[in-house]
C-alpha cells in the first residue's frame, strides 16, 4: 500500500517508519508545516528531515514556502482550539495531497508523539478521510516515542524545543530567564 506520511520533522519518525515499512508500507514523506515559526526554525526543521535522508532513502515531498499567514488564516488562536485547527489544516492538506497524487491512504508523525493530542488527531484525520474519500492509516508508536527521539539523537538529527507555532514557543520559553540578561548584569 502507497502511503502519505505526514512528517512535522524528523523526531517522530525514526523508529516508527521502521515499524511502518515492517508491516509492508511503501513510505513517501510529506512535509507541509506552516505552522513552525519563526522562519529560522521552519529551515532548520526541514534541514533535519533532509540530514535524515542522507542515512534512510525515504522519498519526502518539501513545502518549503514559510507559512506563517496561512497558519494564521486558518487557525482560530485567541480561543481554545487553536492545536485542532492547526491538526486540521495539515491533515487536510496532506489527505487532499494523498487523493490527488494517487496513494491508498495517509498518516501522520503527530500521531507517533506523546505531547500531541492523539484522540484529537485520530478523530481529525477519520473525518479528513470521509470528507475527502481517501484511506487513514491509524497507528499508534506512541510507545516508540523516545526510542524515537533516541535514535535522532544519535544521529545528531536537530531536536526543537518546542511545538511550532510562536504561541507554544512563548508558552515553552516564557518562564525562563537563563542567559536573559547575560552580561548586562552587574555585582
Ligand atoms: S510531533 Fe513534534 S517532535 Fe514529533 S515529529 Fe512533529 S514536531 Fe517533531
Ligand atoms: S502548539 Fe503545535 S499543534 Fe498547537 S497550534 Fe501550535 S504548532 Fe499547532
Known amino acids: ?32 508545516n506552516p505552522n513552525i515559526h519563526p522562519l529560522l526554525e521552519f529551515r532548520k526543521r526541514i534541514k533535519a528531515l533532509r540530514v535524515f535522508q542522507e542515512s534512510d ?3 519526502v515531498i518539501y513545502h518549503e514556502e514559510y507559512g506563517v499567514r496561512e497558519y494564521l488564516r486558518n487557525v482560530n488562536y485567541e480561543a ?3 492545536c485542532s485547527d492547526c491538526y486540521a ?3 487536510k492538506f496532506t489527505a487532499l495531497y494523498a487523493k490527488k497524487n494517487g496513494f491508498d491512504a495517509f498518516t ?10 492523539h484522540e ?7 473525518n479528513v478521510s470521509k470528507e475527502y474519500e481517501i484511506g487513514f492509516v491509524y497507528r499508534d508508536y ?17 531536536r526543537q524545543g518546542y511545538c511550532g507555532c510562536i504561541f507554544s514557543e512563548y508558552e515553552r520559553y ?9 552580561g548586562s548584569v552587574k555585582r
Do not use: W
Not at 120 to 126: F, N
Not at 142 to 158: F, N, P, T, V, W
Not at 174 to 182: A, P, V
Open 1 to 32: 500500500m502507497n502511503l502519505l506520511l505526514h512528517i512535522c520533522c524528523a523526531c517522530c519518525l525514526c523508529a516508527p517508519l521502521n515499524g511502518l515499512r515492517k508491516e509492508g508500507f511503501l513510505v513517501t514523506g510529506l512535509f507541509y
Open 120 to 126: 484529537q488527531l485520530k478523530t481529525i484525520s477519520e
Open 142 to 158: 506512541r510507545h516508540l516515542s523516545e526510542c524515537s527521539h533516541e535514535m535522532a539523537k544519535k544521529k545528531m538529527i536537530y
Open 57 to 59: 532513502p525515504i522519498s
Open 89 to 91: 489544516m495539515r491533515l
Open 80 to 82: 481554545n482550539n487553536r
Open 108 to 117: 501522520s508523525t503527530m500521531l507517533f508523539s506523546t505531547y500531541q493530542d
Open 174 to 182: 516564557k518562564d525562563t530567564t537563563r542567559e536573559l540578561y547575560k
